[in-house]
């Protein structure tokens, strides 16, 4: 298993801190490029469309659900709140080399999450 960078494991910390019940175990040693929805609905030709952007984030398996999600930290300065969200392709980015069995495949619908690559580093 590739070890995280600091980013993830103080990530890490702070959502172990905020939630002591759930064991959830970050599975890529880096942050990830995430699609992700916004909540708000965007135009789309004549009609509406759900929007959605792009975010940094954490991939983590949670244990008890069986499932990949992606972990999106909060920042008060920001006004973002902490997201954690189903992730359709967590399996493909799982680096632990360990077996982590997921139920079914996460339907691709509203709420959940997509990798779409590394997080550049500039």
Request: charge should be neutral.
């Given at each position: 298993?590739?070890?995280?960078n600091?980013?993830?494991?103080?990530?890490?910390?702070?959502l172990?801190?905020?939630?002591?019940?759930i064991?959830?175990?970050?599975?890529?040693?880096?942050?990830?490029?995430?699609?992700?929805?916004?909540?708000?609905?965007?135009?789309?030709?004549i009609?509406?469309?759900?929007?959605?952007?792009?975010?940094?984030?954490?991939?983590?398996?949670?244990?008890?659900?069986?499932?990949?999600?992606?972990?999106?930290?909060?920042?008060?300065?920001?006004?973002?709140?902490?997201?954690?969200?189903?992730?359709?392709?967590?399996?493909?980015?799982?680096?632990?080399?360990?077996?982590?069995?997921?139920?079914?495949?996460?339907?691709?619908?509203?709420?959940?999450?997509?990798?779409?690559?590394?997080?550049?580093?500039?």
């Amino acid at each position: 298993m590739i070890q995280p960078n600091n980013d993830v494991k103080h990530a890490m910390e702070q959502l172990r801190l905020a939630n002591k019940t759930i064991d959830y175990t970050p599975v890529y040693p880096t942050l990830l490029r995430f699609t992700r929805p916004t909540g708000g609905l965007v135009p789309h030709g004549i009609s509406y469309r759900r929007g959605a952007d792009e975010a940094d984030g954490i991939l983590i398996y949670d244990p008890k659900s069986k499932q990949y999600l992606g972990y999106f930290p909060g920042d008060p300065a920001q006004h973002r709140q902490t997201l954690i969200l189903p992730c359709t392709n967590g399996a493909r980015y799982d680096t632990t080399g360990q077996e982590h069995p997921a139920p079914a495949p996460v339907k691709v619908e509203y709420g959940t999450c997509t990798v779409i690559g590394q997080v550049e580093d500039h």
